[in-house]
């Protein structure tokens, strides 16, 4: 709502919307946004028991006491039948401060509150946990405000993103290629087990004799170990 709008309210008055307008709360809330289709996508998916019956029967004005509670400025008829998320709102507000609203007021909130139309939108109630349960599913592309001001103060955000995934789909890709190729196939000889790799002389066998007695083999004038232990 503009600035100079906001200024047509009492602070009683704001006091009496916020307490109407308070918002529901789903025991299911999930919203994603997601960068597709230039502009970004959202999706939303709310579920709860269903208590639509109970939220009826609380205190409510009825069409008659909110025409007679209502300024004679305000025709009843062509201000609020086409918005239906005020009339529901002025149901809640005491008649006491509904008769405070103006003409002016009325359409103000009638141009802040315009209900929200989602692409795909699907509702549905359910028979569920006694007194039911409902599941509602809406989709469609992102036109909130601070997403377009994102993008229209950095041309390059959305480029970045797919830049970034294609770089990150190349890198895993190019490890799986080097882990099935000949490079990283080929055995290093650091852990090459086969017996030339761990043969070692024997410094404190001086002779043939003392050599070949321990078990190990006299070559060149050395005596040879070849089946030492690595950790040796």
């Known amino acids: 709502m503009p600035v100079e709008h906001q200024a047509l309210f009492t602070l009683t008055q704001v006091e009496a919307i ?29 579920g709860g028991p269903n208590r639509r019956q109970e939220d009826r029967k609380l205190t409510q004005s009825s069409p008659a006491a909110m025409h007679a509670a209502l300024s004679n400025d305000v025709a009843m008829g062509k201000t609020l039948q086409h918005n239906p998320t005020v009339y529901r709102m002025l149901q809640r507000v005491p008649n006491s401060i509904m008769a405070t609203f103006q003409p002016v007021q009325i359409q103000a909130m009638e141009a802040a509150l315009v209900p929200r139309r989602h692409l795909i939108d699907i509702r549905l109630s359910l028979p569920l946990c006694g007194k039911g349960a409902y599941l509602v599913f809406a989709a469609g592309p992102n036109r909130r405000g601070h997403y377009r001001n994102i993008q229209n103060g950095n041309h390059f955000t959305m480029p970045a993103v ?53 078990g190990r083999q006299w070559i060149e004038s050395k005596c040879i170990d070849k089946i030492h232990d690595p950790t040796f």
């Open 18 to 46: 916020e307490k109407a307008l308070t918002p529901r709360t789903h025991k299911l809330d999930l919203r994603m946004s997601l960068p597709l289709l230039g502009r970004g996508a959202y999706l939303v998916f709310m």
């Open 162 to 214: 797919f830049a970034s995934v294609l770089i990150g789909a190349g890198s895993i890709l190019g490890l799986v290629y080097l882990k099935g190729s000949a490079v990283l196939a080929k055995p290093d000889p650091v852990f090459d087990q086969g017996p030339a790799f761990y043969e070692t002389k024997v410094p404190f066998k001086k002779t043939q004799r003392e050599c070949l007695k321990s």
